[in-house]
Nanobody
Framework: QVQLVESGGGLVQAGGSLRLSCAASGSIFSINDMGWYRQAPGKQRELVASITRGGSTNYADFVKGRFTISRDNAKNTVYLQMNSLKPEDTAVYYC???????????????WGQGTQVTVSS
């Protein structure tokens, strides 16, 4: 079984910073793409940023220049450094990963439980 556990969310004032972490654990053989999504109340879940195993990154336009995604393959962990936060960044942030497990030996998609980020004005 595989688990993705996020941490690092919280309450911050506009202009502040937060760093989210997501650690994958379980019967993991390899992790391919990892990413962060977010969902605000009444809105659909949307991609924030993604990163390949090799380190290539992709960002939503609304976070370019403010957020940075990175990963540590040895620790099966992905990070999201969020700077210059705005009230509209308030949402539940979810970790996502494509993982090949030692159980099925095929790539399957997994989600974390989410972590709340609230930015006050």
């Amino acid at each position: 079984q595989v688990q993705l556990v996020e941490s690092g969310g919280g309450l911050v004032q506009a202009g502040g910073s937060l760093r989210l972490s997501c650690a994958a654990s379980g019967s993991i053989f390899s992790i391919n793409d990892m990413g962060w999504y977010r969902q605000a109340p009444g809105k659909q879940r949307e991609l924030v940023a993604s990163i390949t195993r090799g380190g290539s990154t992709n960002y939503a336009d609304f976070v370019k220049g403010r957020f940075t995604i990175s990963r540590d393959n040895a620790k099966n962990t992905v990070y999201l450094q969020m700077n210059s936060l705005k009230p509209e960044d308030t949402a539940v942030y979810y970790c996502n990963a494509d993982i090949i497990t030692r159980t099925t030996w095929r790539s399957e998609n997994y989600w974390g439980q989410g972590t709340q980020v609230t930015v006050s004005s």
